[in-house]
């Protein structure tokens, strides 16, 4: 079965400074993979997503992914962090079941942004 | 365009009782895709959807919950009755319609509702 693994369950960063999430997946075969972001009191947010081509990813509010398969790796990355930042990222990873999507998420990263 | 909503936002319940959660999907979605967040733990498939039909129940975890999607529209998450470890945050997601194993089914997205925090007390 597909696992992902978010191992920081906390990071802070400072305002203006790079940002790195790190996720890892475990699939026998190449999955399609995505960042979702929750922020307080709102739904799962689609950051971006990887499904095949270009290994690195593109996604809204500045956010940017690349996905390793060497290194079962698909890390998050922000070169300058805003404080509306500050919220949960969820790597997830999305495997044929049945022949429709099923969705496996890691446990999440709290990103705390300070001034 | 409406997205995902769920109904209500938090509930407050004892042990014993009942509860049932509503999600109303994006218009159109034919796919509606229920998880659960247990505090700390990761985001977990219950069930999957296409119209009204039961696709994938795998993750449900016990017959105290049941779930249903009379017409292929709204769908409601039933627990009967609730237990301590039931509490947690509750996420509906929807999907456009696809043929099953199309690519366009497999790398379409999930929107996701708000979510439903249950505590059993």
């Known amino acids: 079965a597909q696992s992902v693994t978010q191992p920081d369950i906390h990071i802070t960063v400072s305002e203006g400074a790079s940002l790195e999430l790190r996720c890892n997946y475990s699939y026998g075969a190449t999955p399609y993979l995505f960042w979702y972001v929750q922020s307080p009191g709102q739904g799962l947010q689609l950051l971006l997503k990887y499904f095949s081509g270009d290994t690195l990813v593109q996604g809204i509010k500045g956010f940017e992914a690349e996905f390793k398969r060497s290194q079962s790796s698909f890390n998050l990355r922000k070169p300058s962090v805003h404080w509306s930042d500050a919220a949960e990222y969820f790597c997830a990873v999305a495997v044929n079941s049945g022949g429709y999507q099923k969705v496996t998420f890691g446990t999440g990263t709290k990103l705390q942004v300070i001034p | 365009e409406a997205g995902v909503t769920q109904f209500p936002s938090h509930s407050v319940i004892e042990k014993g009782q009942t509860v049932t959660l509503r999600c109303d999907p994006i218009s159109g979605h034919d796919n509606l895709y229920w998880y659960r967040r247990v505090m700390g733990k990761e985001i977990k498939f219950l069930l999957h959807?296409?119209?009204?039909?039961?696709?994938?129940e795998s993750g449900m975890p016990n017959n105290r919950f049941l779930a249903e999607r009379t017409g292929g529209t709204y769908s409601t998450l039933k627990v009967q009755p609730a237990e301590l470890e039931d509490s947690g945050v509750y996420f509906c997601a929807s999907s456009r319609r696809g043929t099953s194993g199309s690519h366009k089914t497999l790398t379409d997205t999930q929107y996701f509702g708000p979510g439903t925090r249950l505590t059993v007390l």
């Open positions: 959807f296409v119209k009204e039909s039961k696709q994938d």
